[in-house]
């Protein structure tokens, strides 16, 4: 499973052979891979039109092109806005909440990052063929894809510390612009133009795979809140700036602590654990239906929605699983 952050030609559509050359070398003679592009078609062709890249089919005769559109910036933004002012107006009915929730859009986008990820994890474990996920910048879309892909199939990036190690590897080491794209929540009134909630929306994905396969993941709810909430406000350093370049200017690691750290603590970790988990070798394949997709209820009405019941209920998990 690759990802690709620019285009496979060069500026003004001139081929580039050492791309050629690079993908050739990674499939066997007779083999074959898929590209799968977050743009849509009609994407790839404008940026095309004026002077950027896509790949021609006959320079990656064994790579198969497959588009699957995922919005990113300024539409999953004002998704995200749309959504948390409907889930913080308690004067709406039902009626209209439901049409408030459907016009969002927002689990439109997490069905399509599901399904994405579904289909690069169908290209890897049933046509045994290598992946390559390519978007505009690859710090966005294609880090949502590859993360949710990984976690699909590969059971230790479901534990605790392979979840850990899995954020590091392919959101921050992979340069995800944190302080840019949540650099304010959907609450304020100020809009920043590069700003983009897929960091959350990656968050919602995981907690759809959780709800869904409840015994399969080692964390639970606890961690992917606690996740959110230090994305866009924290104390720690782990998702400071936009790449490991500024980090390392900036000198995040020397001047401030770690998030795992913290959240690794006996006494915090035991917060974070999922009482009903058991390791699962299986990949898990999520359902993508609408039915099958749900609100998160437990980020977004969690500020008018009392958790008393759900943190009992989950206390008596625990007890009644430490008991047995």
């Known amino acids: 499973l690759l990802r690709s952050s620019q285009p496979l030609t060069g500026p003004n559509r001139r081929r580039c052979r050492e791309d050629e050359k690079l993908l050739g070398a990674i499939l066997d ?4 891979g898929f590209i799968i592009d977050t743009r849509s078609a ?3 062709k404008q940026a095309r039109m004026s ?7 006959s320079s990656y005769p064994q790579w198969r092109r497959l588009h699957r559109a995922l919005d990113r910036g300024r539409p999953l933004q004002e998704s995200f806005i749309r959504l948390v002012e409907a889930c913080g107006d308690p004067s709406l009915s039902m009626d209209r909440w439901l049409s408030r929730l459907e016009s969002s859009r927002w689990l439109g986008h997490v069905k399509a990052a ?3 990820a579904c289909l690069a994890a169908q290209c890897l474990d049933r046509e045994g063929s290598k992946v390559l996920v390519h978007g505009a910048e690859g710090t966005d879309t294609t880090l949502l894809v590859t993360a949710l ?3 699909i199939l590969d059971p230790s990036c479901r534990t605790l510390e392979g979840f850990q190690g899995l954020l590091e590897r392919e959101w921050i080491e992979a340069g995800h612009p944190f302080q840019l794209r949540c650099a ?3 609450s304020s009134h100020a809009r920043g133009k590069q700003e983009a909630p897929l960091f959350l929306l990656f968050l919602d994905c995981v907690w759809q795979l959780s709800r869904q396969f409840p015994f399969s993941l080692e964390f639970g709810e ?7 909430d230090n994305a866009y406000a924290s104390a720690y350093g782990t998702f400071l700036c936009n790449s490991e370049k500024e980090r390392s200017l900036c000198k995040v690691k020397e001047s401030t602590h770690s998030l795992w750290a913290w959240l690794n603590q ?5 917060k974070l654990l999922n009482p009903l988990y058991s390791h699962n070798p299986l990949v898990i394949w999520p359902s993508v239906e609408p039915q099958s997709i749900q609100l998160w209820q437990g980020l977004f009405l969690r500020w008018i929605r009392p958790s008393q019941h759900l943190d009992e209920a989950r206390a008596e998990i625990q007890r009644l699983v430490e008991g047995n």
């Open 149 to 151: 892909a990984q976690l």
């Open 51 to 57: 002077g950027g890249g896509t790949e021609p089919k």
């Open 222 to 228: 606890q961690l992917l809140l606690a996740l959110f």
């Open 266 to 270: 006996p006494e915090e970790k035991q």
């Open 42 to 44: 009609q994407a790839a």
């Open 184 to 186: 304010r929540s959907a």
């Open 114 to 116: 599901l399904s994405t």
């Open 29 to 32: 003679e007779g083999e074959r």
